[in-house]
């Protein structure tokens, strides 16, 4: 049996998150188009027939400007000296940049091995793969490069591959059923966060976060979730954008989550959301407490 631990580390939108998700074969991290949609570390775990692998996703690596993005980066950094295998996901229908040689200086002196993971191959000429793959050999020495596409799935069973038979002999470290080490509140504010930052655009999706004030279990059967969330934004002109023109906005989140939720929690679920404006909480211990941002 293999077993052990593995780390999608990279720059915000490389596409960590959807790999997740692809090779766990359950939504996990929520996506979206913004950058670092991704705040918290998600643990996933996959059972094989010859192993186990926990696979965590981390948020992007980029220059911190708030204490909430500090912590961010110093989840995705601590994983480099924590896991058995670390994998770089880029993407490649963006040239490396400053950024990416940043996690590079990062990684220069681990003794874990490293695999570059070109993601987002579906979205290139195949004749341009095979440069970009000279171009990042040239800047550092990795274990493995392997091409895939999040998306669409295309070789992501052959990285799983190579993956497994790097990893160390061992014991499973999760039991068979076991699956995240993320709370059912988490997903709950994960679900709202990501409507919001699909349906909010400008400045909203950067300075909003999802609280659950209240997480009502269902009583029976039959029973329902009742979920009470405050969505926190920083100044008070970002409330009513939030709310919308007759609660209109707040309206399409909350029908949007509820859809979702009712689908992860296969539960009827009871959702209330309401707005506060919280100044400077990305530099408030107690709020970034609340989101799970230890």
Same mark, same amino acid.
């Given at each position: 049996?293999? &077993? =052990?631990?593995?780390?999608?580390? +990279? !720059?915000?939108?490389? =596409?960590? &998150?959807?790999?997740?998700?692809?090779?766990? *074969?359950?939504?996990?991290?929520? @996506? &979206?188009?913004?950058?670092?949609?991704?705040?918290? !570390?998600?643990? *996933? @775990?996959?059972?094989?027939?010859? =192993?186990?692998?926990?696979?965590?996703?981390?948020? +992007?690596?980029?220059?911190?400007?708030?204490?909430?993005?500090? !912590?961010?980066?110093?989840?995705? @950094?601590?994983?480099?000296s924590e896991v058995d295998v670390l994998c770089l996901v880029v993407d490649v229908t963006e040239p490396p940049g400053k950024g990416d040689r940043y996690v590079l200086d990062l990684l220069k002196h681990t003794e874990t091995p490293v695999f570059l993971i070109l993601n987002k191959i579906d979205l290139i000429k195949k004749v341009n793969l095979l440069p970009l793959m000279q171009q990042y050999g040239e800047m550092a020495k990795f274990a493995e490069i392997i091409p895939v596409s999040a998306g669409t799935g295309d070789n992501v069973d052959r990285l799983e591959r190579i993956i497994l038979?790097?990893?160390?002999? *061992?014991?499973?470290?999760?039991?068979?059923?076991?699956?995240?080490?993320?709370?059912? !509140?988490?997903?709950?504010?994960?679900? @709202?966060?990501?409507?919001?930052?699909?349906?909010?655009?400008?400045e909203i999706p950067f300075s909003s976060a999802v609280v659950i004030d209240k997480f009502e279990e269902p009583e029976g059967p039959n029973g329902i979730l009742k979920l009470y969330c405050s969505i926190v934004v920083e100044r008070n002109s970002q409330k009513p954008i939030v709310i919308g023109h007759g609660g209109d906005m707040i309206k399409r989140i909350g029908i949007a989550a509820r859809e979702d939720l009712e689908k992860f929690f296969d539960a009827k679920v009871f959702l209330d959301l309401h707005v506060r404006v919280k100044s400077e909480w990305r530099e408030d211990e107690g709020v970034l407490n609340d989101i799970g941002l230890k």
């Open positions: 049996m293999k &077993s =052990g631990f593995v780390s999608f580390i +990279g !720059r915000p939108n490389a =596409g960590k &998150s959807t790999l997740l998700n692809r090779i766990i *074969g359950t939504k996990l991290a929520i @996506v &979206s188009d913004k950058p670092q949609t991704t705040r918290n !570390r998600i643990l *996933g @775990v996959k059972n094989y027939p010859d =192993g186990q692998v926990v696979f965590i996703d981390t948020p +992007g690596i980029h220059r911190p400007l708030h204490r909430m993005n500090v !912590r961010m980066v110093d989840a995705a @950094v601590d994983t480099i038979d790097r990893l160390p002999e *061992g014991e499973p470290r999760y039991p068979p059923d076991y699956l995240t080490d993320q709370p059912e !509140r988490f997903f709950a504010a994960e679900i @709202v966060r990501e409507k919001l930052l699909q349906l909010t655009r400008a």
